[in-house]
Each structure stands twice: as structure tokens, then as C-alpha cells.
């Protein structure tokens, strides 16, 4: 069996030796497709010996993987970007048998460790992306590009880190291609869903909510995109948070509580959402106040699951601080300690802070 390793890249001198160096014990070859790099990208590169090949930009990631992907002569590709960085614990070994294990054609997915900034500094979420392709398989899309055909994914024991968001934010860049890719395709769920999220990203709220109500509408049930999409929406009303937008929440959470109830993104988005409705008006919405305890619960007992995708700490620390924040202001110092102490094993800073002033 060969595994080749096949990128894209410009201007990746500053993650690029990391990445191939984590990389290069699973794979045979190393292919690159430079698309205009004025740094030191393929001179590092080429100490890890990768066949490089130059692809002139023409606004298409698809057009540029999928040249990459020609030159390789591999059964399966590992695709990745020059700032993610394989994790240790997966040997080529394991690998190997990992994916002749199954027969017929499907796409192997890794979990992809996104950290990025917060105002609590810096978060980490997850997502369970389709990076290891069999032989012939190509992309579609000009951007957020994903594998074309209908293969099942499975996941595979292999995960990577991805650091890109603390250092740029492309969502400036990928704006105009997304607003194109919605043009050309205005009943494609999944681009609404793209553009909806990066108009949030860049805190353009309201402009951002058009397209996740026509992601919601548009986006099928069982694709793998939708639960993370309805999440960001649940936040993007909460945090403009008027009673209409508030009320657009609730009816989203009574339709989706029994399909998403046991996923804990789902669930730390609804305590929060509980939490903000009581306060707009605590005499109307006071029967609300025991749900966002059992929300925060309901959190701890899903757990993590990075291979849901998700934000890190929703199934364990962060849930649990909320949990004590909760039973600290409804006055059960007891459980409040309890759950701040549990926050704080992880090395959650906020729980600990809590400690040491009560």
C-alpha cells in the first residue's frame, strides 16, 4: 500500500517543517502544489524531499487539489494544510491495517484540533474532516472544497492539530469567494452555512443571520455540517439577543432537542440560552430556571467526543465551571465548590480563580 501525503501551500515557511516533519513517518511521498510562494515554503519543502509542482492561483481550491492530487501515484492521500500537524500515536503500521479493514471505497476521516481565539484567550474545538482520499478520488467546490462523489466517511485513529487561526484570519479573504460560491449556487445549503459562519466570525451578526436561516432551511438532515451550523446559530441569536431573536432560539431548540439532546455542544449552547431568557424577564420565564441545570448535566454526561466535533471542554470543564457558577449564584456553595473543583482538575484558570475567592 502506498500513502502519499498531497498539499497545496504558498508561503508556509512558518509552520511548513513542523507539519512534514509530523507527517513524513506515515507517508511514502510528499507532493506539493505551490501556488505562487515567495518565501522559504520550497526550500523546506525540498529538505524533506517532496515533489514540488508549480499551479498558477486561478480562486479555485478544488482546481488547485485536485492538480495535486494528479501528480500522486498513491492508493490512499493524506490531504493537509501546511499549519496542521499530525499528532503522535498513529504508526504507519497501524495506519496500513486501519485502512485495508474495510472494503470497497470510503474516505477516512481524521479529527482536526482547531484552536483559535477567545475572550477567554484560546479555545479549541473539533471537527471530524474526510483527509485520507483512495486513489482517484477528487474535490469539488472553489472553496470550503470537499471530496466529490457519496463515500462514506469512517474516522481513523489519526488527528492533527491546526494552529492557522492564531496567527491570520482568512475570513476576510475567503469573504468574496463564498459570497460567489452562494451566487453561483444559491440552494446549496452548505455554502450558506460558510458564509454564514465566517459573516460571524468577522462579528457581522446580523448580516450572518439571513444565511444561517437559509442554511437551516436548506441544509439536509443527515449531512455532517448541520448540527455544528445550527449551533452557530443558537449563538449568533444569543448573542444579539433581543425577545424576538431569543424567541427564533427557542422554537430552534424545541425542534432539534430530541435529535442534538445528547450532543454536549448542543446542550452548553442551550444552558446558556436558558440562562439568558430567565434574566430578560425572570417572573415570566422562572419555570425555565431548572433546565439550565439539567442542560449542564446533561454536558457532563455525553463527555468528550471529539470525534462529534465540538467545542473542547463542553462535555467536561467548561460545563462544569457553568455548573458551579450556577449553584454559586442560586446559593449551593456546596455543589458550587464540587463542580468549580472538577473544572479545575483540568487546569480550567477560570474555575480555579472561582476557588481561591470563595
Known amino acids: 500500500m502506498k500513502i502519499n501525503l498531497v498539499m497545496i501551500v504558498k508561503n508556509e515557511e512558518r509552520s511548513l517543517r513542523k507539519c512534514l516533519k509530523a507527517a513524513k513517518p506515515l507517508v511514502d511521498e510528499i507532493i506539493l502544489a505551490d501556488t505562487g510562494s515567495s518565501d522559504k515554503t520550497l526550500e523546506i519543502a525540498r529538505e524533506f524531499g517532496a515533489v514540488i509542482r508549480e499551479f498558477p492561483w486561478i480562486n479555485d481550491f478544488s482546481a488547485a487539489r485536485n492538480f495535486a492530487l494528479d501528480q500522486s501515484d498513491g492508493d490512499w492521500n493524506l490531504v493537509l494544510d501546511g499549519d496542521e500537524y499530525v499528532r503522535p500515536g498513529c504508526s504507519r503500521r497501524r495506519l496500513e491495517k486501519q485502512l485495508s479493514g474495510r472494503a470497497g471505497r470510503w474516505l477516512g476521516g481524521i479529527t482536526l484540533y482547531d484552536s483559535y481565539p477567545d475572550e477567554g484567550g484560546v479555545s479549541v474545538s473539533t471537527s471530524l474532516l474526510p483527509r485520507l482520499l483512495p486513489k482517484g478520488v477528487r474535490y469539488t467546490g472553489s472553496i470550503h472544497e470537499q471530496p466529490e462523489g457519496d463515500y462514506p466517511c469512517y474516522p481513523v485513529e489519526l488527528s492533527a492539530d491546526h494552529d492557522g487561526y492564531l496567527v491570520a484570519d482568512k475570513g476576510e479573504r475567503n469573504l468574496a469567494y463564498l459570497q460567489q460560491a452562494v451566487a453561483d449556487h444559491p440552494e446549496d445549503g452548505y455554502y450558506q452555512f460558510q458564509l454564514a459562519s465566517t459573516l ?37 441569536l444569543l448573542d444579539l439577543g433581543t425577545d424576538a431573536h431569543l424567541d427564533e432560539g427557542s422554537k430552534i431548540i424545541g425542534e432539534e432537542e430530541p435529535k442534538l439532546g445528547n450532543w454536549s455542544d448542543f446542550s452548553f449552547v442551550c444552558g446558556l440560552f436558558y440562562m439568558k431568557r430567565v434574566l430578560s424577564d425572570v417572573q415570566r420565564y422562572m419555570d425555565l430556571l431548572p433546565n439550565i441545570e439539567r442542560c449542564y448535566l446533561r454536558c457532563l454526561k455525553s463527555g468528550e467526543r471529539p470525534e462529534l466535533g465540538g467545542v473542547v471542554g463542553t462535555g467536561s470543564f467548561k460545563a462544569a465551571y457553568n455548573l458551579g457558577a450556577w449553584y454559586e449564584v442560586s446559593g449551593q456553595r456546596e455543589l458550587a465548590l464540587k463542580y468549580y473543583r472538577m473544572a479545575a482538575r483540568e487546569g480550567y484558570g477560570l474555575a480555579k480563580e472561582r476557588l481561591r475567592l470563595i
Do not use: H, Q, W
Open 200 to 236: 460571524r466570525n468577522l462579528k457581522r451578526l446580523e448580516e450572518s443571520l439571513p444565511c444561517f436561516r437559509k442554511f437551516y432551511r436548506m441544509a439536509p438532515a443527515r449531512d455532517a455540517y448541520r448540527p455544528r451550523g445550527i449551533v452557530l446559530y443558537l449563538y449568533t
